[in-house]
């Protein structure tokens, strides 16, 4: 009743506190504590690549709230009011030239125990449960009405009309193989959709399809820097078009959307685990 009216109503702005400068991929290592003090938690330590921090009135984070128990069980989701005293934010600069990612730092921070949110040292699930939502909303990046989608074809046609040479047909051959990849990726997103509608568990398939995206993105950008030459290699406007600077932008960030929402190997581990079911290769497989 306090926090989600004016959620939804627009009138406040939130913020994910997850990764830390040691736990990123390895999220379960988070090392910021809320220690109880009685009626409030203190809250000490740093968030990282945190989105519209610097812009956020309230942020829900995990914190580590038993340091003697398995790191998946010491951990807990609680939520704070970013205006408390302690809390700073500071912007950080990407080489993409544009950034929202701030790091939060948290300087013996109160925190009302009613600020809990689900079972003390029960946050790990939660955090998984909103981990799938961003990761699915991260596999529709690639969607053709997003502003940001870069026509490979197109781009490939103004850049390599008539290819000649061994090495062009051999780049607009990877360039047709990136355009089959990513429709036919789009027709998967649509059928995950459709089968989110009939209420079937599509949690695994989303796994699949943030890590498939962001590689696919990747691999396309790669081919357009290939194709364009020194047209892909602007950083200020003049000797250049808006497109060209917003391909090398977009390329550089390509980079950065293997790691956000879960670094590519950290996916292949969960689908590897919690979709086929393969046993976990550091506990040995008995004969």
């Known amino acids: 009743r306090t926090l989600l009216p004016p959620m939804a109503r627009g009138e406040v702005r939130w913020c994910q506190g997850f990764s830390e400068p040691n736990a990123g991929s390895d999220l379960a290592s988070l090392k910021m504590a809320a220690r109880d003090a009685g009626d409030h938690f203190v809250v000490d330590g740093s968030k990282i690549w945190t989105s519209y921090g610097d812009k956020s009135d309230w942020m829900y984070a995990l914190v580590r ?4 128990a398995p790191k998946h069980e010491g951990i807990s989701l609680i939520v704070l009011d970013m205006r408390s005293p302690g809390v ?30 689900g079972p003390l040292n029960g946050g790990w699930n939660l955090g998984k449960y909103l981990l799938q ?5 991260m596999s529709k990046f690639g969607e053709f009405s997003l502003p940001s989608h870069f026509d490979l074809l197109a781009l490939l046609r103004d850049y390599l009309p008539q290819p000649r040479s061994q090495g062009e047909c051999a780049l607009q051959a990877r360039a047709v193989a990136c355009a089959m990849d ?7 997103v649509q059928r995950m959709a459709e089968e989110g509608r009939c209420g079937d568990d ?26 364009m030459g ?6 200020q406007h003049e000797g250049f ?5 917003a391909v090398t932008r977009a390329w550089l960030n390509s980079y950065a959307l293997t790691i956000s929402g879960g670094a590519s190997e950290v996916q292949l581990n969960v689908i590897a685990k919690r979709v086929l079911g393969l046993p976990d290769g550091k506990k040995g497989v008995q004969a």
């Not at 990513?182 to 998967?188: P, Q, R």
């Open 133 to 137: 939502h961003e990761r699915k909303a």
């Open 88 to 117: 700073k934010a500071v912007p950080i600069d990407l080489i993409s030239g544009k950034s929202a990612f701030c790091q939060v730092f948290f300087d013996s921070v109160k925190v009302p125990k009613s600020n809990l949110v």
């Open 241 to 245: 078009s808006e497109r060209e600077l």
């Open 202 to 227: 599509i949690s695994g398939l989303m796994a699949i399809m943030k890590l498939v995206h962001t590689e696919q993105e990747r691999d396309k950008f790669e081919v357009l820097l290939d194709a």
């Open 65 to 68: 709230t038993d340091h003697q």
């Open 230 to 235: 020194g047209h892909a290699l602007g950083w």
């Open 182 to 188: 990513e429709h036919a990726y789009n027709l998967t």
